[in-house]
């Protein structure tokens, strides 16, 4: 049975996710993840990206990204497959490193999009890596709280407009935001899931900031509209 066409539009945002093959270690050391950003910089520029949110683990990792054309499925086959070639090389491995084609979620609303800003983030927190998600080098967090220098492909202005106009009261409501799932994890063992727990429509229960919600819909002509 063929595979159904992936919902592409310019200027739409995607959760994407990609996971090792047999759930194989897909970065084994901080040179093969270093590779990695290189790699994904590389992509963000030729194609006019913007990556929001980014989370390394071990067998997977997870980007926020916002593409200026309908070319989400060109840039990933782009990115996994000049990393899968250099990891390969590298460890002198042989065959598939990835399993399957990537996966791709539409951003449905503001809601939606405040939960992933977290739920990113604290992968490593819900695999039991860190207590925090600052203690995990590999994400965007610190980068966006201010406490690491910002990588040239990671948007942070946007994130930090949700919360609030002030780029420090941003970062302070972002943070709180962010341990508040944390200490959610601790006390239920669960971390919501983005797209489950809310609908897009409904306001958010944390309020950060005074922009109004905006939602992605559709348009007369069937494609996803962005968010204004």
Partial sequence: MPRPPRLQ???ATYHVTTRGNRRQETFIDSRDRLR???LLGQVVDLLGWKCHTYCLMTNHY???IQTLE????VGMHRLNGMYAKWFNWRH???GHLFERRFHDELVEGQAHLLELTRYIVLNPVRAGLTSNAGDWRWSSYNATIG???QPGFLTTNWVLSLFSEDPNRARDLYREFVDAGATGH???GRVPVPGTGTRPDQPYPYTPGKRPASRLTSN???RPTTFR
């Fill in 147 to 149: 406490k690491h220098a």
């Fill in 92 to 94: 002198g491995y042989t």
């Fill in 62 to 64: 997870h980007l926020l």
């Fill in 186 to 188: 601790r006390r239920s």
């Fill in 36 to 38: 990695f950003l290189q």
């Fill in 9 to 11: 539009a310019p200027g």
């Fill in 220 to 222: 007369t002509a069937g």
């Fill in 70 to 73: 309908a070319d989400i499925s």
